[in-house]
């Protein structure tokens, strides 16, 4: 599985331009948000609406907390005021008023169009439309991520030689409002141009346009003002693991919503350190970072409440026969998703200080998202804090840290480099035979893991640079992210061309 490119403007680019750090690649870094564009700081301040502020309900919603207002898919609703994840609105056909999830609306007209993909960067376009019940010309409109206000059409395709791919086509806007992506032929209206591409002549795309992309049901936002829980609202069903510091359950929560709960054993870190970096970890939303929803901290154990995600951790995925299946693109693919979750983490000046394959979960349609940000640094236990300690994860730690206790956003990139490791090898250990204190000798000395033979050479060159000895030597997280997206892509001479 590939995926074909066209520049963002729709022309034949230079491949250096791809890698630099430009405007473009901050963009993309800071807007790749799938299904979560709605989503705010809690800090951000309640907006009220204008009485014209009309909304349409993209799928169905049954209340399930007190002060919900349950609607149908279509249904027209007034809103009344906007506050983050919930804003309360009034439906037009019965009058009842409530609280809504905001991203069970729209209110943009282009938005109800289910081939309209808001906030999709290029790469998450193509993690869609390639997985499966998709087809050949599914498709998909989306912002375009360098021009504001404009769009790019995306295109499931197929060739011999790739397999399946995914195309891309610039929509470009005319001065009075339509649209085109070939001059020879203009639109009024985005539906009109989607319309004559569906048709059996279609004048130069790829493919006839089909049907649109498949779009999972986005995930209700968690419920309104619950943060400190009581610990009776949850039901533990199932353990899915047990760790240094807890045990990780799927769970319940109110007889509705199911939740992965993390259980602290006591002494593990203090209330008040844990509850000062869980308000931090809260403010961290990005559709690669594993949702940390409500915490239970009234006495211990604490309770950490997070979204639950079917797969478990990338570690025991990788190590699963499913896990074995995944070919090499797709292991390229959940490190570029990595990346782009700590990308999104260096640029909001944090740290996550414990990233493994452990630490990441899998969701049912296999995207990775990242766990357990933040915590490491609230462990009390000295068996984790102490280098010496049999629990410290020597193995993933930069050599400054490991020496100075020096955590930064820069010993973050050595252990995504370690991480790198896991995931080429289906989950093995790094530095195999070899103790911790083996491993710190071996580091001074200059030492580095050797590359295997499923290890392509492009990839272990990123490994490299993420294990180079200074930490200011190597590389920013939004450029692994940029090379590990356009792994495949970047080395390829030719580029989609308008129609």
């Not at 470009?172 to 085109?180: I, Q, S, V």
């Not at 346009?209 to 936002?221: A, R, Y």
């Not at 769970?251 to 259980?263: D, G, L, P, S």
């Not at 692994?480 to 061309?497: G, M």
């Amino acid at each position: 599985v590939s995926a074909e490119i066209l520049n963002e403007e729709g022309e034949v680019t230079s491949n250096e331009c791809r890698n630099s750090f430009c405007d473009h690649c901050l963009n993309k870094t800071l807007n790749l948000h799938v299904h979560f564009s709605h989503l705010q700081s809690p800090s951000n301040p309640e907006r009220l609406t204008g009485p014209e502020s009309i909304a349409i309900a993209l799928y169905d919603y049954e209340g399930i907390n007190d002060g919900d207002l349950g609607f149908k898919k279509g249904d027209k609703l007034k809103i009344l005021q906007e506050s983050g994840e919930w804003w309360r609105a009034q439906s037009i056909s019965t009058g009842q008023e409530g609280f809504i999830p905001s991203n069970y609306v729209a209110i943009d007209s282009l938005e109800t169009e289910e081939w309209f993909f808001k906030g999709v960067s290029r790469k998450d376009a193509e993690r869609q439309l390639l997985a499966s019940g998709n087809k050949m010309g599914s498709f998909m409109i989306r912002d375009s991520e360098t021009t504001k206000g404009s769009y790019s059409l995306s295109v499931r395709d197929s060739d011999s030689q790739s397999g399946d791919t995914v195309k891309h086509y610039k929509i470009r806007t005319l001065d009075n409002g339509g649209f085109y992506i070939s001059p020879r032929i203009t639109f009024t209206t985005l539906q009109e141009l989607v319309s004559h591409y569906k048709s059996e002549c279609h004048d130069g795309l790829c493919q006839a346009l089909t049907s649109p992309c498949l779009s999972p049901k986005p995930q209700k936002p968690w419920e309104k003002d619950a943060w400190e829980i009581p610990r009776e609202s949850l039901k533990l069903d199932r353990r899915l693991g047990a760790g240094q510091f807890g045990e990780v359950w799927m769970a319940t929560y109110n007889k509705h919503t199911k939740v992965a709960v993390k259980t602290m054993k006591p002494g593990t870190m203090s209330v008040e350190a844990f509850l000062d970096e869980a308000n931090l970890m809260k403010a961290l939303q990005h559709d690669k970072l594993v949702r940390l929803n409500a915490v239970v901290t009234k006495e211990e154990p604490i309770y950490i409440i997070t979204e639950y995600m079917e797969k478990g951790s990338l570690l025991d995925f990788l190590k699963s026969d499913e896990g074995n299946r995944v070919q090499l693109p797709k292991l390229i693919d959940f490190s570029a998703q990595i990346a782009e979750g700590m990308a999104y983490i260096e640029q909001r000046n944090y740290i996550h200080r414990d990233l493994r394959a452990a630490n990441i979960l899998v969701s049912k349609a296999l995207v990775c998202k990242i766990a357990d940000f933040g915590l490491a640094r609230i462990i009390e236990d000295n068996e984790y804090t102490a280098r010496e300690g049999a629990k410290f994860p020597i193995k993933w730690t930069a050599p400054e840290a490991i020496n100075y206790g020096s955590f930064t956003i820069k010993s973050d990139v050595w252990s995504f480099g370690i991480l790198l490791t896991e995931i080429i090898s289906y989950g093995r250990t790094p530095y195999p035979g070899m103790t911790n204190p083996e491993v710190i000798r071996s580091l001074e000395r200059g030492y580095r893991m050797q590359r295997t033979d499923s290890c392509p050479q492009e990839l272990y060159d990123v490994m490299l640079e993420c294990w180079k000895n200074k930490p200011e030597d190597r590389p920013t997280f939004e450029y692994l992210q940029s090379v590990l997206e356009d792994f495949y892509t970047a080395t390829e001479s030719q580029y989609q061309q308008q129609p």
